[in-house]
């Protein structure tokens, strides 16, 4: 048993590491494969030509398609609520939630997608980046993919989400001021650090090249 205490630069606390907890019994599912499943579904609200709920329909599109979340958690006209009582506070969640599919295939993943569908895909999160950061209530913007049933993700489509919130979220507020600690003390830049700590330990990186790294901290 080795339970062990690490620091967290970018949450600047202390975690715990409990890492024999690996070989604990795992008897929940496992990952599906998808691969076997056919490239459309008439059932999938994702896929080109099918209607969404709520009545749209969705473009023969090829390659990345966007729109505007038909359930979404934050609305650009949220009306104010009734004022929350006692030690509450509340006020209207504004913004707008966007879903965007990287292809038209409903049987792939990013990992399975072209080199140049990749590039599409990126181009489309910097397009979206910038069009909903011009929003005057919009403070900050979070693209982001749950995947798989064992997270509550019903449909495999490959699509993330955009969240851009008129408020920042705490665990990026934490970081920034990590950062902005970091370099006030140290003169130089956290990131860079963490970096250079991960190349070189080395055991948790899973990939680098000249331009990026994957590391599991
Ligand atoms: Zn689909």
Not at 99 to 112: D, F, G, M, Q
Not at 154 to 175: D, G, L, M, R
Not at 182 to 211: H, P, Q, T
């Amino acid at each position: 048993m080795a339970w062990e205490q690490r620091w967290h630069p970018l949450r600047e606390e202390w975690v715990i590491i409990a890492s024999h907890r690996n070989n604990r019994p795992w008897s929940g599912k496992t990952t599906d494969k998808i691969a076997s499943k056919p490239d459309y579904d008439a059932d999938c609200y994702l896929c080109p030509g099918n209607t969404r709920v709520g009545g749209h329909e969705n473009p023969q599109y090829d390659g990345v398609f966007s729109f505007d979340n038909d359930h979404p958690c934050v609305g650009m006209d949220s009306p104010e609520p009734e004022p929350a009582s006692g030690i509450y506070k509340n006020q209207p969640a504004r913004g707008k939630a966007r879903v965007i599919c990287y292809s038209a295939k409903h049987n792939l993943t990013l990992a399975e997608l072209a080199v140049n569908e990749i590039d599409d895909l990126l181009a489309e999160w910097q397009k979206q980046y910038t069009e909903l950061s011009a929003i005057p209530d919009v403070k900050h913007i979070l693209t982001f993919e749950n995947k798989g049933h064992e997270v509550g993700v019903s449909n495999p489509h490959p699509h993330c989400q955009i969240y851009a919130n008129n408020f920042v979220f705490k665990t990026i507020e934490t970081e920034v001021n990590a950062s902005v600690n970091y370099r006030a003390k140290n003169d130089c830049n956290l990131f860079s650090d963490i970096i250079k700590s991960e190349k070189e330990d080395g055991r948790r990186v899973l990939f680098e090249n000249d331009n990026a790294i994957a590391f599991v901290p």
